[in-house]
């Protein structure tokens, strides 16, 4: 089975990087609140439109397609620098030498069709660095680092209002969800968070600290 998240059959557009860390965040504590995967829509509106002011991009509806067509330009030249390889199934991001996020998905022949679609979520907030930043090369270590953080997340499962099961984690600065199907992870992507999170806040909202 080929499918992935939702988000990416809607459109052409995917939220920006840190719309979707702040909107994993807040679906994994809907579900521990009241079992039910809704994001915090106020945070997402806010999170496009802070993404607006620091591109200089304005939109009468605040609308995230307006944001990525002003800077049409330049994420073409980036996705035509990083064109997806044979066989890849993911990708991990680093900005300013530090790893941002990575995705996940479980058949080559579907990543290819999505590869654009999670290139512009996480170069559209690359874009707005500095040029120092910019140009740090990202680390391999790093890189390792994070994927190992990855593995220490606490998680927890819900069946999806769609198909398959609904994975979410969380662990120091990181939020990460996973869609699987008949032991199959269909898609999986976790974000750097800016802010911490106490994985204790989990235990504290089930009642279980």
């Keep these: 089975m080929g499918e992935v998240s939702a988000q990416f059959k809607k459109s052409d557009t995917v ?3 840190k719309a979707r860390a702040h909107k994993a965040q807040s679906v994994s504590t809907s579900y521990m609140m009241c079992e039910t995967p809704v994001s915090d829509q106020g945070e997402v509106w806010a999170d496009i439109q802070y993404l607006q002011a620091a591109s200089a991009t304005h939109s009468p509806t605040n609308a995230m397609k307006d944001v990525y067509e002003a800077r049409q330009r330049e ?4 996705l035509a620098a990083l064109r997806p390889a044979a066989g890849q199934q993911g990708l991990l991001v680093c ?4 790893p941002i996020g990575c995705d996940y998905v479980s058949r080559s022949e579907v990543y290819a069709r999505v590869h654009d679609k999670l290139l512009r979520s996480y170069v559209i907030d690359a874009l707005l660095v500095s040029d120092e930043e910019k140009g740090k090369a990202a680390r391999k ?8 953080k990855t593995g220490r997340c606490e998680s927890r499962c819900y069946e999806a209002p769609g198909t398959g099961w609904d994975h979410r984690f969380e662990g120091k600065h990181l939020a990460g969800t996973a869609l699987v199907h008949e032991d199959e ?3 999986q992507a976790f974000f750097l968070l800016e802010d911490e999170v106490d994985p204790r806040r989990w235990r504290r909202l089930s009642g279980r600290a």
């Design 95 to 98: 900005v300013g030498g530090k």
């Design 141 to 148: 270590d790093a890189a390792r680092a994070f994927l190992r």
């Design 185 to 187: 992870v269909l898609h």
């Design 75 to 78: 994420l073409d030249q980036c």
């Design 15 to 17: 939220l920006h990087h």
